[in-house]
């Protein structure tokens, strides 16, 4: 990955955002591998609704993401609308549901980090080279299917 403060996030999460919706659910190139979902939120400060193409892990019917922001030393915008309001609409795959965004903390949030790290070792390289605890972020479905 760039250098994430150098790194133009906007433009490629517009292309991700328009390949995951032309192929239900499913990308290429570097997120090839990696299971991705769209989180609607709202801007804290602005109020404008916003995308955001997120790695995803489903863990034993739960769905967690993670505010890597590529390694960066600072949070994501997405990660501190969701603390000023925790309510998102979700696409993952073909389906969209409303959900409710939870922050996971001290052993849970340890234990879902290493599973995503152990699947996508690019997120060990992220929190390692972060001067910061990278967040883990449930998100709980108001109704699904």
Do not use: C
Not at 108 to 137: C, M, N
Request: glycine share 8%; proline share 6%.
């Amino acid at each position: 990955m760039p250098d994430p403060v150098k790194f133009d996030f906007a433009t490629m999460n517009r292309d991700v955002i328009k390949e995951f919706r032309a192929n239900q659910g499913k990308v290429g190139g570097a997120f090839a591998d990696q299971p991705l979902l769209i989180l609607h939120h709202v801007g804290a400060k602005t109020g404008i609704r916003r995308l955001s193409p997120l790695a995803t892990l489903e863990d034993e019917g739960r769905i967690f993401v993670f505010a890597s922001k590529g390694g960066s030393d600072t949070h994501p915008d997405w990660y501190r609308n969701l603390l000023a309001d925790p309510h998102v609409t979700v696409e993952l795959g073909t389906e969209v549901f409303t959900a409710t965004a939870s922050v996971v903390t001290g052993e849970k949030r340890a234990e879902i980090y290493a599973k995503q790290a152990a699947l996508h070792p690019q997120f060990g390289d992220y929190q390692r080279s972060a001067k910061r605890l990278i967040p883990v972020v449930e998100l709980i479905p108001d109704r699904r299917g």
